[in-house]
């Protein structure tokens, strides 16, 4: 295996193992490694017909000093579970959860980059509704899996503001739907649209509330937030993920001397900002340099709707100071650099 740690963006690379486990009359079977990266299952699952599926996205840093770290682990195997049960999906508990995750990690441990690329192991757990169903009704059997892989850069763009389009003629979640949960489901109506704004040099989507379309709600795959001077502002809303990142950021922030806000965000505010982002795991901080409205740009020919409107964070052409003071304490604790005053890694 000879990988170019500087070549790798966001995308599936096969590792030597997946952890799988199957949860079938009220138990789970002990996790297991497979080699290959494909199952067997039932052609009339529910996850197939009905969308039973709900994941989680973590990441492994090998730290400067050599060691290697979760984020936060226990609050994604909380999450996975609290989105599980709005679709009636057994997940399992925090103990089995961090073991799959730690157990991935080990077996693939070649595939965790090193410290000076830059690059990290993303961690895909996940559940899925499995053995034959036909009616639209809760899946009794599920398997849970694992599986981790080394990626780069989200957007492409490492620290460098990129461009974002609010999205006009859609919508990623209702108001009391299924947003705050982390469905498969609430994926697949975001990315022909992702894709379309990519065509147009935009790197994501900001989402408004879909009940009024007058609120910033967040990215498709991220949280939203802003900086205005020395306060860190992040939207309020039922339908958004409550991001472990967007979390963390909130009670760090504080500690480096800044305000925070978490609260409803009109988007007539964006012009207000000095600085704009997307925080997740996938994304880190993705610094947004231009949110653009632009109605019917999902269209076929969308690329010629005009702009209507653009909403610039101070200088687009380089990421923010304040952007960059919390890049660098997070990503300083998740490598081993800075102090876990938090206690929130967990050292494999
Ligand atoms: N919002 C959405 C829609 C996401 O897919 C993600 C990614 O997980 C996030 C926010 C960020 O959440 P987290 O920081 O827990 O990764
Ligand atoms: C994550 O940040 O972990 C995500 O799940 C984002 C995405 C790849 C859907």
Redesign the pocket.
């Known amino acids: 295996m000879a990988l170019d740690w500087s070549k790798l963006s966001?995308n599936y690379t096969k590792t030597n193992t997946i952890i799988c486990s199957h949860f079938k009359d009220g138990e789970w079977s002990s996790l297991e490694s497979s080699t290959s990266d494909q199952i067997t299952i039932n052609a009339l699952s529910g996850a197939l017909h009905y969308g039973l599926e709900a994941?989680?996205?973590?990441k492994a840093y090998r730290g400067a000093d050599g060691k290697v770290r979760l984020f936060r682990p226990e609050e994604n195997a909380r999450r996975l579970r609290r989105s599980g049960a709005y679709i009636g999906l057994e997940a399992p508990s925090d103990t089995m959860f961090i073991e799959a995750c730690c157990r991935v990690v080990k077996e693939n441990i070649e595939y965790l980059p090193p410290y000076e690329s830059g690059a990290t192991m993303?961690i895909?757990p996940f559940i899925i509704g499995v053995g034959g169903q036909i009616g639209v009704h809760l899946s009794g059997e599920s398997m849970f899996i694992v599986a981790a892989m080394p990626i780069g850069s989200?957007f492409g763009k490492g620290f460098e503001p990129s461009r974002a389009v609010l999205a006009s003629e859609h919508d990623r979640a209702a108001p009391m739907g299924t947003g705050s949960y982390?469905l498969g489901g609430n994926?697949a109506g975001t990315v022909l649209a992702g894709e379309i704004a990519k065509r147009q040099g935009y790197s994501t989507v900001l989402y408004p509330d879909s009940a009024e379309r007058r609120y910033v709600d967040e990215f498709?795959?991220?949280n939203f937030f802003g900086i205005k001077g020395d306060t860190y502002i992040t939207p309020e809303s039922p339908s958004i993920l409550p991001s472990i990142?967007n979390k963390s950021l909130l009670e760090l922030a504080p500690t480096l001397g800044l305000k925070t806000e978490r609260r409803e965000l009109l988007i007539e505010e964006l012009s207000g900002f000095d600085e704009m982002g997307a925080v997740?795991?996938?994304?880190v901080i993705s610094p947004i340099g231009r949110v653009d409205v632009k109605p019917g740009w999902e269209r076929e020919g969308g690329c010629e709707a005009e702009i209507i409107k653009s909403y610039f964070a101070g200088e687009s052409l380089a990421a923010g100071a304040v952007s960059l003071k919390l890049y660098n304490a997070l990503t300083g604790i998740q490598n081993g650099t800075e102090k876990d005053i938090f206690n929130w890694c967990l050292t494999i």
């Open positions: 966001f994941f989680e996205g973590l993303y895909r989200y982390k994926y498709s795959s991220a990142t997740g795991t996938a994304v």
